[in-house]
């Protein structure tokens, strides 16, 4: 049987936790911060987790992760 080939797309954009959920960098981060609030701008700064429902596809991608 051949091997399981993680997605090179989503190893570079995703990590997984201890747990088994997986954290990503928030979008609307690049550009155009005019238009956003202090407050939201200071909470796209960290890591933020992924909703679960979409666990069970990115397991698929990564894994080995």
Known sequence: MPKMKTNRAAAKRFKRTAK??????????SHRFHGKTKKQRRQL????MLDKTNVK???????SK
């Open 45 to 48: 700064r960290g890591l933020s």
């Open 57 to 63: 596809r990115f397991k698929k991608m990564l894994p």
């Open 20 to 29: 088994g959920g997986f954290k990503s960098g928030n979008s609307f981060t």
